[in-house]
């Protein structure tokens, strides 16, 4: 995954790969039926690529974009592709731009396009050209290309081949819709215009940051995610092993509570940006409309995740190709905790209204009614009573009480004094530190998360114990695992988790030590692709990229961080 890059508009995304094929493209929105799916054995090829085999491949997003530019150096010249999902968005119609150049030298590239619905199982039908725009059909979308009107048809996919002179430039526009398209083909130089305006529009300069160019680009990631609706997808793609062969690889298109959340504080940590109110957006709306039953992910349009399926595909190397995902029958406490510390941090940049402040009072209701009952926890695992649930629940509710009227604020805060004590009573090892749960003595990486969050003061011997009793067991090689699965070591289990890394930068941080957090924040930080995009897990022996692509989560972990750090501890006066 290390050379794919990501180009989205909020709606639906692309993964452009290194020969300038887009790998994998869902239309027309996030979880629908890939019309590009080779990244998992399906079918659908869109590739620009130079003709001949040796050349040299490289390339980079423009600053604070998703806009992305692929370079070759071939043994001719020098070629470029500006890729870019066209914004503003259309929820019903996808417009890939494509920009070829001719740096130096002339460019002979092949183009192919064959557009596969269904993952591949529709071909493109009814195909023609008129006026050198070709449209067709493939399964039950519309599809136009503009740009190829010399293209021949063979095999049922479009070809043509380009030669370019040195600083000559060359479009093709791509539209893909599941209604009728237009009467007229898209204005390609407004349509470049208006992308780049939008992104410039719509991503800050964050220059207060540690890291100003990451953080522009992990939101950037972060805003290409989000659609209208507000929903975050936690990733784009599906099928991508956190292990091979170890059947966990999962279907990450869709919005899940938490990481909205995470993504929600990040941004709050930074500014008072749209993507912060985007977040508290959606939350409220999925609260408002089920309380207590709160799932712990939704569809991009706030409806239930389907379950899984099988695509009957080879699926990526050491995975699987399945649709759906099994998260509809779980219950995850700490999800009420989470968008308590959301609409919190909301409203200390005044973010907040009325019907937002009754979403906050239905996840405190749940908290009265179900902290006691056991959940399938972050990792989302077995049912047990998880500390690190329970926790942040109790952290939400300290946070959101700050902002209350005082009775409301006291109520609340009581209930989470009584939390963290009865959480001690059962889950606080002999050492001193927090334990997973009363039957799990183990260190679990997740409970960094309940002192950053406010559940315990920041010195409080507990939190001291845990920072250290993380950094000693689950820490190897600057990186952090989430907790030892077994009697094997770490590294032979599972990738090193980035989140937790990021989240032991702030840990350290915010107990005073600023040069041990930036060991941290600059080893994780610099776990990523070739591209700058980052997963969710990091194989540190081999050096690999592991899980779904790109991890928003984990873009804002790293963004939270890089405004964390720029600015000195805060001290600890709670009591």
């Known amino acids: 995954m290390r050379e794919y890059a990501m180009i989205a508009d909020g709606e639906r995304a692309a993964l452009i790969g290194p020969h300038g094929d887009v790998a994998w493209m869902c239309v027309p929105r996030w979880d629908s039926e890939a019309v590009f799916s080779s990244l998992i054995g399906g079918g659908g090829r869109f590739a620009v690529t130079p003709v001949g085999s040796r050349y040299v491949w490289g390339g980079s997003y423009e600053d604070g974009t998703l806009i992305w530019t692929s370079r ?33 030298g002339l460019a002979t590239m092949n183009v192919v396009l064959e557009v596969g619905a269904g993952f591949g199982r529709h071909g493109m039908t009814r195909l023609k050209c008129e006026d050198g725009v070709w449209t067709g059909r493939s399964g039950n979308l519309y599809l136009r290309l503009a740009g190829a009107s010399e293209a021949t048809v063979h095999g049922g996919a479009l070809h043509l081949h380009l030669d370019l002179p040195a600083g000559t430039d060359h479009d093709l526009v791509l539209e893909l819709a599941d209604q009728p398209l237009a009467s007229a083909p898209v204005a390609v130089d407004a349509a470049w215009s208006g992308t780049e305006r939008s992104w410039k529009d719509s991503v800050p300069q964050l220059l207060d940051t540690t890291a100003p160019d990451d953080a522009r680009q992990s939101y950037a990631v972060l805003r290409g995610m989000t659609g209208t609706s507000g929903a975050m997808v936690a990733a784009a793609t599906l099928g991508l092993p956190e292990r091979a062969q170890e059947q966990r690889n999962y279907d990450y298109r869709y919005a899940w509570i938490r990481d909205q959340c995470y993504a929600g504080q990040a941004i709050a940590a930074c500014g008072p940006y749209p993507l912060l109110d985007d977040a508290v957006r959606f939350i409220t709306s999925r609260l408002l409309d089920d309380g207590p039953s709160l799932k712990p992910a939704y569809s991009v349009t706030g409806g239930r995740v389907p379950d899984e399926a099988d695509l009957n595909l080879v699926g990526y190397p050491g995975g ?73 629940c109790a952290a939400g509710l300290r946070a959101v009480a700050a902002h209350a009227p005082a009775a409301q604020g006291a109520q609340w805060t009581s209930l989470a004094d009584n939390i963290v004590a009865d959480t001690a009573r059962s889950c606080l090892h002999p050492s001193g530190r927090w334990q997973r749960s009363p039957s799990d003595d183990r260190v679990d990486a997740a409970l ?67 040069t041990e957090a930036m060991h941290w924040f600059e080893r994780n930080r610099a776990a990523c692709s070739t591209t700058g995009l980052f997963t969710e897990e990091y ?37």
Not at 356 to 370: G, L, P, S, T
Not at 492 to 502: D, S, Y
């Open 320 to 392: 699987s190709a399945r649709t759906g995902n099994w998260v509809n029958n779980q219950f995850q406490l700490d999800t009420f905790g989470e968008t308590l510390l959301l609409f919190a941090a909301a409203a200390s940049h005044d973010r907040l209204d009325l019907q937002n402040w009754r979403a906050a009072e239905a996840a405190v209701q749940a908290i009265i009614d179900r902290w006691q009952e056991p959940d399938a926890g972050i990792w989302e695992l077995n049912n047990d009573t998880w500390a690190h649930s329970r926790l942040i």
């Open 448 to 514: 960094l998360l309940p002192t950053l969050r406010g559940a315990i003061p920041i010195h409080d011997p507990r939190s001291l114990a845990t920072v250290a009793a993380v950094r000693a067991d689950l820490g190897r090689e600057g990186y952090v695992y989430r907790f030892s699965q077994d009697a094997r070591p770490l590294a032979q289990t599972e990738g090193a988790f980035l989140l937790c890394g990021f989240n032991m930068a702030m840990a350290v941080h915010q107990q005073g030590d600023e």
């Open 72 to 104: 070759w150096v071939t043994t001719d010249g020098i070629v470029e592709c500006r890729e870019a999902l066209a914004q503003p968005a259309d929820e019903h119609r996808a417009v890939l731009l494509r920009r070829l150049r001719a740096v130096s």
């Open 539 to 575: 194989d540190v022996e081999q050096r690999q990229l592991r899980g779904n692509f790109p991890q928003a989560f984990v873009h804002a972990a790293m963004l939270e961080t890089a405004g964390r750090l720029a600015t000195p501890p805060a001290p600890d006066d709670r009591a």
